[in-house]
């Protein structure tokens, strides 16, 4: 297996993880932050759709003249890294927006990622990163920062009061 088959099928493992823990928590639950809490489910997916494009999207590729169409700049500033979540809706597009750019990501993310190269995978990211350094390093980060925000995913569920889901 390629270094890049290795990648794709972190990502591809880390999205599946998440989409089982997504997928059990019913939309209308999804911008409740729990007491003491300071996020939420919508908050989480469309961080992680946001990550997922800024990480394994643009800093493998640069960023493309269609990419806006791919995911907002508005989207990108709304869930990204010094962005809050709010309890209140009316800030934040609607749950199946959130779902529909999460989705459309890592669908162009699948289609682009299996020509990369193997050798292109020690290039400095197309932008920088605070500690990504590489295309590797960002793809690698990629799967790993999805399954730090699953876990968090994964406690908003418990502290909204589903049971634990294996």
Do not use: N
């Not at 990502?11 to 059990?24: A, D, G, K, M, N």
């Not at 990419?67 to 990204?80: H, M, R």
């Not at 309890?87 to 682009?112: H, K, N, Q, T, W």
């Not at 605070?130 to 502290?159: N, P």
Request: glycine fraction near 4%.
């Amino acid at each position: 297996m390629s270094r890049t088959q290795t990648l794709i099928a972190s990502i591809v493992f880390s999205r599946s993880y998440t989409l089982r823990l997504v997928e059990s928590i019913p939309v209308g639950e999804w911008f409740k932050i729990p007491p003491a809490g300071v996020s939420h489910v919508a908050w989480q997916v469309g961080h992680l759709a946001m990550a997922q494009y800024r990480l394994a999207l643009q800093r493998i590729r640069g960023e493309r003249p269609d990419d806006a169409a791919l995911i907002s700049p508005e989207f990108l500033k709304t869930f990204g890294r010094d962005s809050v979540a709010d309890p209140d809706p009316s800030r934040f597009p609607s749950p199946e927006e959130i779902r529909a750019v999460f989705e459309r990501v890592y669908a162009r993310l699948m289609s682009e990622l299996p020509s990369l190269e193997d050798a292109t995978l020690d290039q400095p990211a197309a932008t920088p990163h605070a500690f990504c350094k590489t295309k590797f390093d960002c793809l690698h980060w990629c799967s790993h920062h999805e399954m730090l925000h699953a876990g968090q995913i994964g406690l908003l569920r418990r502290q909204l009061g589903h049971k634990q889901l294996w």
